[in-house]
């Protein structure tokens, strides 16, 4: 089955710092992935659609200067959290669909998802 | 933009129940609703996707309906174990997804 590898699964860093988290399908290719953010007790929020070869498209209220996503192949795409903040400290999730045409019984493929904490 | 709820934060059944679960948007229907399960620090785990136009679809324990009219989705889980317990998410297909805050399942043995 499809297969989303997501690193790191924590990291700690100081407030100032920036943090990169990686996404990568392994063994197909995703054209599209995305992220999200989830603070304790709350749903998946959608940050950004990355698309591979263009820019993100972020939504509502993400701030994409702080949040910079590359998609530079068709397996790799990154997400990278500059002038991290104690409050930019959450649960970070990638996912990708592994058949982009539509009609299939399949859903997305998620990472396992970066615990950042920023001190 | 869609709101979309999901009935409780909590549910506690005992083993070999069915627990119900239900999913309520406000909007639009989507294409596809689709069904994940979480568990705690990990990411969302595919169960089911249903498609507008289909009444119910099942995978082994599990079923779930799909009522364009009420703008609701039911998911079920039969014969529950204890192994079932997780979080329980709800998530509208429209090109890329919008969850429910999800319901907590904990299945007693």
């Known amino acids: 089955g499809a297969v989303v590898s997501q690193h790191p699964s924590w990291v700690i860093c100081k407030s100032g710092t920036s943090v990169k988290i990686e996404c990568r399908s392994l063994?197909?290719?995703?054209?599209?992935m995305f992220w999200y953010r989830q603070f304790p007790k709350q749903s998946l929020m959608l940050m950004a659609t990355?698309?591979?070869?263009?820019?993100?498209?972020?939504e509502q209220g993400v701030e994409k200067d702080k949040f910079l996503i590359n998609h530079a192949s068709l397996t790799l795409s990154t997400l990278t959290v500059t002038s991290a903040h104690p409050e930019d400290s959450s649960f970070y999730i990638c996912?990708?669909?592994?058949?982009?045409?539509?009609?299939?019984?399949?859903?997305?493929?998620f990472g396992s998802g970066t615990r950042l904490t920023v001190v | 933009s869609q709101k979309i709820e999901q009935n409780s934060e909590a549910l506690n059944i005992q083993e070999g129940k069915t627990a119900t679960l239900t999913c309520n948007y406000t909007?639009?229907?989507?294409?596809?609703l689709q069904w994940y399960r979480q568990d705690p620090g990990r990411g969302p785990v595919f169960l089911l996707l249903?498609?507008?136009?289909?009444k119910e679809k099942r995978k082994e324990r599990l079923k779930v309906t799909f009522d364009t009219t009420l703008k609701q989705s039911l998911f079920h889980i039969t014969a529950s174990q204890p192994a079932d317990s997780a979080t329980y998410l709800c998530a509208l297909d429209d090109y890329k997804l919008s969850f429910g805050a999800g319901t907590t399942v904990t299945v007693r043995a």
């Open positions: 996912s990708a669909r592994a058949n982009q045409v539509r009609e299939t019984n399949y859903g997305y493929t």
């Open positions: 990355s698309n591979e070869g263009s820019k993100a498209t972020y």
């Open positions: 909007n639009y229907s989507p294409a596809y």
């Open positions: 063994d197909f290719q995703a054209t599209t």
């Open positions: 249903i498609r507008e136009n289909e």
